[in-house]
């Protein structure tokens, strides 16, 4: 490994805040969820590079079950998106005001 | 319990049965079955008086001091107060009078107060005022004292505000009790100070050691003893402190004569000559007792000159005869004191309810201007009351004769000419104003004409019969066929036979001067009744002194004084205090709740329905704990 | 060798990176996150996670990214634009943008703080032997665990998708 540490988790840092800023600022909720898998693969790149850095493999295992979580979480959320699209017309996340207390 | 014991404890117990049983239901008897139930147990009280002055009487001298313990009350450590009665000559011959009058006056009370609605909570009230007293003059210790004479304050209260409904009377019991309340701080301060000192508040160790512990003439004795006497001067209405008896007037007349002519104002003597081993180791303090008696002596006396009401005439005269007795007992004359008390307790109970009688018969009117020529309808009342300004004035052979003539006489031996100087000069000004309350009630033309005046009924009758003759012959009685002075010497010691009765006073002093003092004061007291006589009856004196009748009429504004610098100021504290409390601590504490809600609504905003702004919080929550991870050491 | 592969991988994720958070039609921004899927697969391999890397593109950019696209098809909606509009509310830009910056400057703060040397690895380190000795062996539990995930959510996926009723 001849590229240091740090730089791939540079990357993995800017690709969160890169996710974290498109989760808050878009409207689309589409947009926003593919803003989430941004973030989680930001994290992933963290865990490999910390896998190797400690020569443990165990970083991959945890990437892996990710990966599982995040096909489960993608395919119930994008339903669940088009259930409330069918209902409302609308994905814009601010119309889903029904929390309003 | 010996035979001795169980009826000292009778005579406060049975009254304060009846007030427990009258209380609870006396509101349910017909008629006026609580007056005779309220009186039954005052004169069984009497009776166990009688008994266990006999009982004492009956025991040589130096064994008539008994004390009774009913029980441990206070054991905490060095604090050791056990609940003590205390029978020896003094308490007996107080419970004997106490209990005697009060018998005399709940019987009058039956008639009285026949037409009154609440005659039951009346006749409790007296009842537990009974046992108060009783227990006030029977206690052995100053916390048993305290007891009673609390009590005797509360009963003051509730009888004066009887008619509650009326705002004076309401006003008048108020008065009562927060004027003698000031005074009680001294007396309680007292007892602290006695407990600190002695280690005790019992009477018989105080007397025993008071000469050891206290050196004469010092600061503690002089403090302890002055704190007591201010107790002395609420409950007896002594200047400054008189200002409540007056008015206290508004309650029913035989609470006027029970409670302020013949017992609880006499607490005050009473608890110095309990307390005279102390007093003696204070000289100056007994200076102060005997001036403040002096003084309102004729303070008072000059009051009752002005008044118009007939009974604030006779409170006024209360105040002034109680300052006589402080006069007695400040100057050491304690038997004197006593004996001036018991004398005083006749007269003036006569007076009162033959002032009673009078209202009775006029449907309760007190202004004596509406009075005159009463003697002709009521002649039995008139030749009664007449009896009492003759016991009152002092002249012989009347109760009054005697004791007050012992009280001067001290007064002059113990070398106080000035003093008794003012003791017959108020002699003559008493003499003055009963007869001048007597002409304008009695004799003269009347104000107005009198409808359907009758004599009392005979229950109000008897009692005031039985008066009279005491007014008129228990003076003789004490002071040669039963003579006080010896029988209470066991408990005031030597100080007793200082005041014994008129052969050792002779053999104190050349006889000459001391028959001289009797023929001064007789003529004084003889010639302020012919004056009264002469200005009210005959119109002797005409003519105005506007300006002494104006002072006089203000009381020397004493009691302006008082508004001035006590009511008035205390009202705007506490109309300061209550806008404290409502502008600033409601204030807070609406404050806090509204605050609350405030604060509720405010974060009810974040509650937007917003997704977006609930996971931007998100992200400042990983934030905080981002920061956390990094400034962590 | 291995830096500039590293570099090329950086500049595509980032691109890619932008494009999923700046892109006006959601279409652009599944492109985007392919790409960023896709550079992060070659980094996998330069880390020595070839399985992952094999994973990685399998599942996420050949199955999720597709769903994605399904979807955006099936709504067929038109992305709205990324300007003063798209973020009017209660969430100000610059609310954000403070909040975004933080989280940056914390995370690199974090990440400097990390050692630099990497620990000597066998040869064999990353290959699906390897991963798969682990996740049958110590892992077994969440391994069956995440089967169970992937159950449910197939059975959450068919009931939500179903259509009760008339065709709104």
């Known amino acids: 490994m001849t590229v240091p540490a740090p730089y791939y988790l540079a990357l993995s840092a800017v690709l969160f805040t890169a996710g974290t800023a498109g989760v808050l600022l878009r409207r689309s909720a589409l947009i926003v969820f593919m803003s989430v898998e941004l973030m989680l693969n930001a994290v992933n790149l963290s865990l490999i590079t910390f896998a190797r850095l400690h020569g443990s493999v165990d970083g991959q295992v945890l990437v892996f079950f990710v990966l599982v979580v995040a096909a489960a979480e993608v395919v119930v959320g994008l339903a669940i998106i088009v259930d409330v699209f069918r209902s409302r017309e609308t994905v814009d996340v601010d119309d889903a005001d029904a929390l309003r207390g | ?633 | ?168």
């Not at chain 2, 001036?340 to 006749?346: C, E, N």
């Not at chain 2, 009630?441 to 003759?469: D, S």
């Not at chain 2, 003889?526 to 009748?549: C, D, T």
């Not at chain 3, 696209?69 to 300007?83: D, K, P, Y």
Request: proline share 5%.
């Open chain 2, 1 to 633: 319990m010996s035979a001795v014991a169980v009826t000292a404890v009778l005579i406060p117990a049975l009254p304060l049965a009846g007030w427990v049983v009258l209380g609870l239901w006396g509101g349910r008897w017909p008629g006026r079955a609580a007056g005779w139930v309220a009186s039954a147990t005052v004169a069984g009280s009497f009776v166990a008086a009688v008994a266990l002055f006999e009982s004492l009487a009956a025991l040589p001298p130096d064994a008539r001091t008994v004390q009774v313990d009913l029980y441990r009350w206070i054991a905490a450590g060095a604090l050791a107060i056990p609940f003590r009665l205390l029978a020896d000559p003094l308490s007996a011959a107080m419970a004997r009078l106490v209990a005697g009058v009060g018998m005399l006056i709940h019987i009058y009370s039956i008639g009285y107060m026949a037409r009154d609605a609440g005659g039951a909570r009346y006749f409790a009230y007296m009842n537990l005022f009974m046992a108060s007293m009783l227990l006030l003059v029977l206690a052995g210790n100053l916390a048993v004292m305290f007891i009673g004479w609390e009590g005797v304050g509360l009963c003051s209260y509730l009888l004066i505000a009887f008619w509650f409904e009326r705002p004076a009377a309401a006003r008048a019991g108020v008065k009562a009790f927060v004027v003698t309340r000031l005074g009680d701080v001294g007396f309680l301060l007292g007892i602290f100070a006695v407990f600190g000192t002695f280690g005790t508040l019992d009477f018989t160790a105080i007397t025993r050691e008071a000469a050891a512990r206290l050196p004469l003439g010092g600061g503690l004795a002089t403090a302890i003893a002055l704190l007591l006497f201010l107790g002395a001067v609420g409950k007896s209405a002594q200047l400054p402190l008189y200002v409540w008896l007056p008015d206290a007037m508004d309650g029913p007349t035989p609470v006027s004569a029970l409670i302020h002519a013949a017992t609880m104002v006499t607490a005050g003597v009473f608890m110095i000559v309990r307390l005279h081993a102390l007093y003696l180791r204070a000289p100056f303090a007994l200076d102060v007792v005997a001036v403040t008696g002096a003084v309102t002596a004729v303070f008072a006396a000059s009051a009752a000159l002005v008044e118009s009401d007939l009974k604030r005439v006779l409170a006024y005269s209360t105040i002034s005869q109680l300052g006589y007795m402080f006069l007695a007992v400040g100057v050491a004359a304690w038997a004197a004191g006593i004996f001036h008390l018991m004398t005083h307790a006749f007269f003036k109970a006569l007076l009162f309810l033959a002032a009673g009688a009078v209202m009775h018969a006029l449907g309760g009117e007190t202004d004596m201007r509406k009075m005159g020529g009463l003697a002709r309808p009521l002649p039995k009342t008139a030749a009664a009351f007449g009896a009492g300004v003759l016991a009152l004035a002092g002249i012989p052979p009347l109760a009054g004769f005697f004791s007050k003539e012992q009280i001067l006489g001290e007064v002059f031996a113990a070398g106080h000419p000035w003093l008794w100087g003012i003791g017959l000069f108020t002699a003559g000004l008493t003499g003055f104003y009963i007869t001048r309350a007597y002409v304008l009630t009695f004799a003269g033309p009347p104000a107005r004409v009198h409808e359907n005046v009758h004599e009392a009924p005979p229950v109000m009758w008897w009692p005031l019969a039985a008066l009279v003759f005491l007014a008129v012959v228990m003076g003789v009685v004490l002071e040669h066929v039963v003579p006080l002075a010896p029988w209470l010497q066991p408990t005031l010691g030597a100080g007793a036979l200082k005041s014994a009765g008129g052969a050792a006073a002779a053999a104190a002093e050349p006889g000459a001067v001391h028959a001289m003092l009797l023929v001064v004061s007789v003529a004084v007291a003889a010639g302020g009744i012919v004056l009264g006589w002469l200005v009210y009856a005959r119109g002797a004196i005409r003519g105005q002194a506007p300006v002494l009748g104006t002072i006089l009429a203000h009381r020397f504004y004493i009691e302006d004084l008082y508004d001035a610098a006590i009511v008035a100021p205390s009202r705007a504290l506490a109309g300061w205090a209550a806008a404290v409390d409502r502008g600033v601590i409601d204030r807070a504490v609406l404050g806090v709740a509204g605050g609350l809600g405030w604060g509720g609504a405010a974060l009810r905003r974040l509650q937007n329905g917003y997704l977006r702004q609930y996971a931007a919080f998100v992200l400042i929550g990983a934030l905080i704990i981002l920061a956390y991870w990094m400034l962590r050491p």
């Open chain 3, 1 to 168: 060798m291995d830096v500039v592969l590293f570099g090329i991988t950086a500049v595509c994720a980032l691109a890619g990176g932008a494009g999923v958070i700046l892109s006006r039609r959601p279409v652009h921004s599944a492109l985007g996150l392919l790409l960023v899927l896709l550079s992060l697969a070659v980094d996998y391999l330069l880390l020595g996670a070839q399985f992952i890397a094999a994973a990685q593109v399998i599942i996420y950019a050949g199955a999720i990214v597709v769903l994605f696209v399904f979807i955006i098809m099936l709504l067929s909606q038109a992305g709205e634009r990324l300007g003063p509009g798209a973020f009017d509310g209660p969430v100000a830009v610059r609310f954000v943008a403070a909040l975004v910056v933080l989280l940056a400057a914390g995370l690199i703060a974090l990440v400097t703080r990390t050692p630099s040397a990497p620990a000597p690895v066998p040869a064999a380190f990353g290959t699906i032997q390897d991963v798969g000795r682990s996740l049958f062996g110590r892992y077994l539990l969440p391994f069956e665990a995440a089967s169970l995930v992937l159950l449910v959510g197939m059975i959450g996926g068919v009931a939500l998708g179903r259509r009760l009723g008339p065709r709104t």
